[in-house]
C-alpha cells in the first residue's frame, strides 16, 4: 500500500504502546577495552537507517525486487485499464475495458503488446468457461449480476459498483497474471491470517486488503517505502508495535504485520464508522477522510469519491478490495479454472527460542532444516543471524512444522565459536575500515556486510558500526572463529570487497582533504618532481587529493602494486604534478629541503603565524613540520607536558611569548 499515513493524521489516544528497543539498549556483551572512543560528535547518522530495508541474502534481496517490480508493472497496468471516476464508463462486457485501453494506447506502447495477449487469452478462457460446474452459475454479464446472492458470504460490506465492475474485468483481463500468483500464495496465508483477524474482533474478510496491498507477498517493498503483506510505512508500524530496526523488520512478518493491521484497521473502523471509509484511511489517513467528510457533509463513500477530495488511488481502493473479495471466493464463476492456480501449502511451523545471536546456516543445522526454509520462514530477520535481545530475552525463531523438537535438542550442543558475538563501535575521526576491523580482530568484509557498507570509504564520524568479532574462546586460544569465517566467505560471495589499506579514506575527511607531510621541489630532465613524505593517517586518496592526481598515478609513479605492502610512515613518493597548483614554499627543516601549505619563515619572508588551530587528526609534531619548528620549543611555548591531552579546536601559540 501506498501508505502515507502519518502518526499525526491518526489522533490515537495514549493507550497505544509501540515495541521498539533502541539499538544501544540492547546487549552485545562486554565492550572491548582496546576499543578506540570516539572523539567528535560530527554526524549522528546510524549506521543503518531504522527503515533500512535491505538484505544480507542477495537470495532475498533478489526476491524483494522481483515482487516489488510485480506491484509497480501491475499498478501500471491498472492505470492505464481502469477509467477515472467521472470519465468514460465501464465496459460491462468481458474484456471491454481492456479493449478500450488497447485503443488507448498508442502502437508503439509496450502495455500494448501485452495487453493484446491478455485479451487473446481471456478470449480462450471464456470459450473454456463451460468446463465444470461453478459455485455461483458464470457471470457473463457484470450489469445482471445480483452481488446480494453472495453477500450472507461475506463479513464484509460487497456491492456492485460502476469501479468494481471494472476491476472483476481488470482482474480477469489484464491483472490476470498477477490475480493468478496472489491465489496461489492466498493458500499459504490466508487460513494463518483470518483467525488472526477473527481474535482482533475484525471480520475475517479484511485479509482481502492484504491481497490487493502486496498480493500476500511478505518481501513486497513500495516506492513509498511500504513494507510486507499489509505495506506498513515505518512510522505507521511503530506506532502499531512493529520492530524495524538494524536487525529485523516485522512490518515483513505475515504474523506480527496482521495483528498490527487488524489493530489499525479496529481504530479506522471505530474512528470512521464504516469499513470503506475505514479501508480509504488506510490508504489515505484516518485525518484525510475526515477532512473530506467535513467539507462534503456526508459519510457515503461513493459520494465522497465523486469529484474532487480523495486522490484517485484511495477512490478506487474501496472497489479494488470488493472485486477482488467477490473473484478470490468464487474463482470460477468470474472465468478461472482450477488449473489456473498453483496453490502453495498453508504456512505451518514450531517456534523455538535462541538465546544468543547465532549464524541461520548454523540454526538450519540445528534444525534438521535448509537455510531457505528458516528465512522464508522468518522473513524479518535483515542480517544473516539472530538479532541480539534486550534483557536477556530469548530471540522467537520459527523452524519446519515438527523440527522444533530436533532443535531443542541440537541446539544446546553447539560450541560457542559457532554463535556469533558483536561489539559497538562509533566511528571517530581519521578511522578507517582496516584500523577497525585490526582494533576487534574482526574483518574488513565481515564490518560491510554486517553494515550494509557496499562503499568502504563511506564511513561517517559518530556512526554506530555493529562489529563481528570472534568468540572470547576462539580469541584467547588464538584460532581462527568459525562464524566469522563463515561471515567473512558469504560477504566476499555477495560482493562486499574490502579497499585495499593504502586507498581506504579515513573517516572525517571530505574531498578537500589533504597531506601535510613534507615535500621536496625539484627538476628531473626539465620537469618539476615533489618528493612526498608520508606521515601518519595518509593514504594514497589523502596525497592524491592534495596533489590533484589518481591513485592510480601516484602507483604507477612509484611503481606500487595493487597487493603490494602498506604504506609506512617516513615512505617517500614521487610526484609528477604536470599542469598541478604551485608547489608549497620551499623551507629548510632539519637539513631536508622540504615545503608546507602554509606560509613559514623563510618561504615568504615574512612572520610566521601567531597561533594555529588544532584541527582533528593533528599532532605537535605534524604541527612542528608544517610551521619548521620543533615539538620541544611548542611544548614550552604552550606550557604542555603531556601531549596526549592534546584536543580538536585548541590554540596553540607558534612563537616565543
Known amino acids: 500500500m501506498l501508505n502515507l499515513l502519518l502518526p499525526l493524521c491518526l489522533g490515537l489516544g495514549p493507550s497505544l504502546q509501540t515495541v521498539d528497543v533502541p539499538l544501544d539498549e540492547r546487549d552485545f556483551g562486554a565492550p572491548l577495552e582496546a576499543a578506540p572512543a570516539a572523539v567528535a560528535e560530527e554526524d549522528s547518522t546510524p549506521a543503518a537507517e531504522a527503515d533500512e530495508d535491505t538484505d544480507d541474502d542477495p537470495a532475498v534481496a533478489r526476491k524483494v525486487d522481483e515482487q516489488s517490480a510485480e506491484l509497480e508493472e501491475m499498478r501500471a497496468l491498472e492505470d492505464a485499464t481502469i477509467t477515472s471516476p467521472g470519465h468514460e464508463g465501464p465496459r460491462i462486457e468481458p474484456g471491454g475495458g481492456l479493449r478500450a485501453a488497447v485503443r488507448r494506447l498508442g502502437l508503439g506502447n509496450p502495455m500494448r503488446h501485452h495487453l493484446l495477449d491478455v485479451l487473446q487469452e481471456l478470449d480462450d478462457a471464456a470459450r473454456d468457461a463451460s468446463a465444470g460446474p461453478p459455485e455461483l452459475p458464470l457471470v457473463t454479464d457484470l450489469s445482471s449480476f445480483d452481488v446480494g446472492s453472495v453477500k450472507d458470504g461475506y463479513d464484509i460490506p460487497v456491492e456492485m459498483q460502476p469501479l468494481v465492475a471494472e476491476y472483476i474485468h481488470f482482474f480477469q483481463g489484464a491483472g490476470r497474471g498477477w490475480f493468478r500468483k496472489w491465489m496461489s500464495r492466498s493458500t499459504r496465508y490466508i487460513p494463518l491470517m483470518q483467525p488472526i483477524l477473527e481474535a482482533s474482533g475484525v471480520p ?101 469519491s465523486d469529484g474532487k477530495g480523495f486522490a484517485n488511488e484511495t477512490k478506487h481502493y474501496v472497489p479494488k478490495l470488493i472485486a477482488c473479495a467477490l473473484v478470490a471466493k468464487h474463482p470460477r464463476a468470474f472465468g478461472f479454472s482450477d488449473d489456473e492456480f498453483d ?96 582494533a576487534y580482530a574482526s574483518a574488513p568484509e565481515a564490518i560491510m556486510q554486517m553494515n550494509r557498507l557496499r562503499n568502504p570509504r563511506a564511513l561517517k564520524v559518530s556512526t554506530e ?9 576462539a580469541s584467547h586460544e588464538g584460532r581462527p572463529d568459525a562464524a566469522l569465517e563463515r561471515q567473512v566467505a558469504r560477504a566476499k560471495k555477495s560482493g562486499f570487497t574490502a579497499a585495499k589499506p593504502e586507498e581506504e579514506v579515513p573517516a572525517g575527511a571530505s574531498n578537500k582533504a589533504v597531506a601535510v607531510g613534507p615535500i621536496k621541489t625539484e627538476v628531473v630532465n626539465g620537469k618539476t618532481r615533489l618528493t612526498y613524505g608520508v606521515q601518519s593517517g595518509d593514504s594514497l586518496w589523502v596525497i592524491g587529493q592534495r596533489f590533484n592526481c589518481s591513485v592510480d ?75 619548521g619548528l620543533s615539538v620541544a620549543d611548542l611544548k614550552k611555548w604552550n606550557g604542555i607536558t603531556d601531549h596526549r591531552a592534546l584536543k580538536p579546536g585548541q590554540t596553540l601559540v607558534l612563537a616565543a611569548p
Open 343 to 438: 496453490f502453495q501449502p498453508k504456512l505451518e511451523f514450531d517456534t523455538v527460542d535462541v538465546p544468543a545471536p547465532t549464524d541461520i546456516e548454523v540454526l538450519a543445522r540445528a534444525a534438521g532444516s535448509t537455510v531457505d526454509e528458516l528465512t522464508e520462514l522468518n522473513p524479518e530477520l535483515k542480517r544473516w543471524c539472530t538479532p541480539p535481545m534486550p534483557n536477556g530475552k530469548a530471540y522467537q525463531l520459527r523452524v519446519p512444522s515438527g523440527q522444533g523438537k530436533v532443535f531443542a535438542e541440537n541446539y544446546p550442543k553447539l560450541a560457542p565459536a559457532e554463535r556469533l558475538s558483536f561489539k559497538v563501535h562509533k566511528v571517530k575521526r581519521g578511522d578507517t575500515l582496516s584500523s577497525i576491523a585490526a
Open 553 to 627: 598515478d601516484l602507483r604507477k609513479w612509484n611503481g606500487l602494486g595493487r597487493h603490494g605492502r602498506r604504506l609506512q610512515v617516513g615512505t617517500v613518493l614521487s610526484v609528477w604534478p604536470g599542469e598541478q597548483p604551485a608547489a608549497a614554499p620551499v623551507q629548510n627543516v632539519g637539513g631536508t629541503l622540504v615545503a608546507s601549505s602554509s606560509p613559514s619563515p623563510s618561504s615568504k619572508g615574512g612572520p610566521a603565524p601567531k597561533t594555529h588551530l588544532l584541527a582533528a587528526g593533528e599532532s605537535l609534531w605534524s604541527v612542528a613540520q608544517q610551521y
Open 204 to 304: 475475517r474478510d479484511l485479509v482481502y486488503l492484504a491481497m490487493i496491498e502486496s498480493g500476500f507477498s511478505p518481501q513486497a517493498y513500495s516506492w513509498a517505502r511500504a513494507a510486507g503483506p499489509w505495506q506498513f510505512i515505518a512510522g505507521t508500524g511503530k506506532i502499531f508495535g512493529l520492530r524495524n530496526d538494524f536487525w529485523v523488520d516485522e512490518r515483513r512478518d505475515p504474523v506480527k504485520s496482521t495483528g498490527a493491521a487488524a489493530r489499525f484497521l479496529k481504530s479506522l473502523h471505530d474512528d470512521l464508522g464504516h469499513w470503506y471509509l475505514a479501508w480509504a484511511g488506510y490508504n489515505a489517513g484516518g485525518g484525510k477522510v475526515h477532512r473530506v467528510m467535513e467539507k462534503k457533509g456526508t459519510s457515503d463513500f461513493w459520494e465522497l
Open 465 to 473: 558500526l555493529i562489529i563481528p568479532v570472534p568468540s572470547a574462546r
